[in-house]
């Protein structure tokens, strides 16, 4: 392979990573905005969220065709090909994330004319904040394709399910307090589960830097404390219970 091909091949591979770096800084700033819209009722700031969706769509779309284009090219082996299959995967995740972010910051509508329980507000801000620092390291260990710090990443994730957990059995014992919380309450729930899965999210890319580094995948089953799918609340009028939420 001549000197012009090897620095071209260079430069293909330089620009699907630089891309990966630029949707994840985009799909952070997305979750920030959201939560902060969702907090303070910023419908203004949650519109922006929304718009921002297609530039992230755009970039995903646009690192694909660089990726399927490079390997059809260059035919790349071992590490080259690990380090372009991995960055289609983290795209997918950074793109979802996107997506959850989007949908937090649609349902601001929903809930501003709806006072909130400030520590079930609190509760969520802080879930957001755990989901923003796993994936926020992720991105760090996939620029420094520290697959060691990658695997401890998933340790992290049971944090998140645990705090989504709490907030899900408060937010359950509010419905059932008073049934004029149901609204805002559904839609908070609905917000909670957007922010556990986007740490989820981020576990998916910590495995992929894994896989990326050492050409191993990390064991199948992840460490979980998400109890929501198999918790049950009598409903007021003695009927059927409510059950984990689905995101």
């Known amino acids: 392979m001549d000197e012009h091909i090897v620095t ?14 630029e949707m994840g800084g985009q799909a952070e700033r997305m979750v920030e905005r959201s939560v902060a819209a969702l907090m303070r009722g910023d419908w203004g700031l949650a519109q922006s969220v929304v718009a921002d969706d297609v530039l992230l ?30 960055a289609i995967r983290i795209s997918n995740d950074l793109e979802r994330i996107g997506d959850l972010g989007k949908n937090i ?28 620092e796993q994936l926020k ?7 420094a394709r520290d697959h060691e710090r990658a695997a401890e990443i998933r340790e992290g994730d049971s944090e998140i399910d645990a705090m989504y957990t709490s907030i899900f059995r408060e937010l359950l014992t509010y419905m059932m307090e008073d049934p004029r919380n149901i609204t805002a309450c559904t839609h908070l729930l609905f917000s909670a589960k957007n922010i556990e899965r986007i740490g989820d999210h981020a576990t998916n890319i910590a495995e992929t830097i894994y896989y990326i580094k050492t050409g191993d995948q990390l ?26 939420l689905e995101g």
């Open 8 to 21: 071209s091949y260079d430069d293909e591979l330089k620009f699907i990573v630089r891309r990966i770096s």
């Open 57 to 86: 769509d755009a970039a995903q779309r646009e690192l694909d065709e660089a990726a399927v284009m490079t390997i059809a090219k260059r035919q790349p082996m071992a590490q080259d090909l690990r380090e372009i299959v991995g």
């Open 105 to 132: 910051a649609k349902r601001v509508i929903a809930v501003q004319d709806h006072q909130q329980p400030i520590k079930l507000v609190r509760g969520i801000e802080h879930l957001s904040e755990l989901a923003l």
């Open 137 to 143: 390291t992720a991105l760090d260990a996939y620029a």
């Open 219 to 244: 064991d199948i089953d992840r460490p979980k404390s998400d109890m929501t799918p198999s918790m049950t609340t009598p409903a007021p009028n003695g009927g059927r219970a409510v059950s984990g």
